[in-house]
């Protein structure tokens, strides 16, 4: 359980650490995200939300309440059994458009950050980013991120993820 909240609390945190890279530069070069940045990751994240939810049948939000609120709850939380339980339950054309909405998502996180990478490296021509941001912004985390309806939902939801599976 420790374990996988504290993966889930990195998995929160890089894109916000990655993106850190951009904005204000006081303290340095790992200066803070700027809260407009910040702001816009929150919208693309809200609106895929709400086009996935948008997808789903009644009985499908209430099976995916259902599941999330037994994994709040859960002793030894097994998201992996609750996206199974997702994956098996929804129609083609639901996982279709969760699909869709995640890969919408990903491309214009990976055109921000990459945005804000150039931006970074043109004010600061001299400055080696840390090795792990490298790793982050050529697209080792995102390439680890969940491909399957069940598991995405679950991420939406503020479940799951690639440390969870």
């Known amino acids: 359980m420790k374990i996988s909240t ?7 945190a890089v894109p916000a650490v990655a993106l850190a890279q951009q904005g204000p530069m006081s ?3 790992h200066g803070m ?6 702001n816009h990751m929150m919208q693309m994240h809200q609106a895929a939300r709400k086009q996935v939810l948008a997808a789903l049948t009644p009985a499908h939000k209430q099976l995916l309440a259902t599941l ?3 994994l709040a709850i859960a ?11 997702l994956d098996a339950a929804l129609g083609a054309s639901e996982k279709q458009a969760i699909l869709a ?12 950050r990459a945005q804000m990478m150039q931006a970074w490296q043109s ?5 080696s980013p840390h090795p792990m941001m490298m790793n982050h912004w050529q697209g080792d985390m ?4 969940p491909t399957d309806p069940g598991m995405i939902l679950l991420m939406l939801a503020g479940h799951g993820g690639p440390a969870r599976r």
């Open 123 to 127: 004010a600061h021509p001299d400055a």
């Open 6 to 12: 504290l993966a889930l609390a990195i998995l929160c």
């Open 68 to 70: 999330v609120g037994q």
């Open 27 to 29: 303290g340095g070069p």
């Open 142 to 145: 995102h390439d680890k991120m």
């Open 33 to 38: 995200m700027s809260g407009s940045s910040m």
């Open 101 to 112: 909405a995640h890969s919408q998502m990903a491309a214009q996180m990976k055109a921000q």
């Open 75 to 85: 002793d030894a939380p097994n998201v992996k059994a609750a996206a199974a339980q």
